[in-house]
């Protein structure tokens, strides 16, 4: 039995729903696939937690995304399994967000932590590993950074020149600038601090996104439970 009355509501601000998850879901996938290429040109990949981000934004998508085409399906057929289906997955990727969310979080201060001690074990294979380099000199000229907490952190390298510190530490980068500087030519503050200060400054707009995301998901969960109920109601008339 079709649903009627008030219902024929929900189920058209269901379906509206089940687009804007939709979009969420493309985004996320968008978002995991940028962050990927972000990390790939600033953190040597697999050196860090922060490495498995992407890979979890993606997942995450595209089981949003599957979630959805499973909504759609249960609100077209009015299909009782699958309206429950989509409505307890949708809770928990609404769970998992918010967990991720806290743990992020809770482990702030420990994600920092381990960069930067992973960093300056990256530093020590800046001499002898091409990627490496290429990686570190990419991260210090994107931040404006040098070194780990500061650019002292290249005394103990070996470089090929004592006392250098490599080109892109530079304010105004040139072939062999780093050789022979002052501080007044070179960066001197370290990139954990950099990339931090741009980490809080963006966390407030994703903090924001995911709590409009969640905010959607649990409409759309609620939804599902009327509809649910509307069709198991038609059921018992019948």
Known sequence: MAVEGGMKCVKFMLYVLLLAFCACAVGLIAVGVATQVVLSQT???GATTGSLVPVVIIAVGAFLFLVAFVGCCGAC??????MITFAVFLSLITLVEVAAAIAGYVFRDRVMSEFSKDFKQQMQNYPKDNHTALILDRMQEKFH???AT???DWEIIPLPVKGQVPDSCCVNVTQGCGTKFTEKDIYTK???EKIGGWLRKNVLMVAAAALGIAFVEVLGIVFACCLVKSIRSGYEVM
């Open 43 to 45: 953190i040597i990949p």
């Open 77 to 82: 057929k009015e299909n009782y399994c699958l």
């Open 145 to 147: 950074c040098c070194g």
């Open 150 to 152: 500061n650019y002292t």
């Open 190 to 192: 370290g990139c954990v």
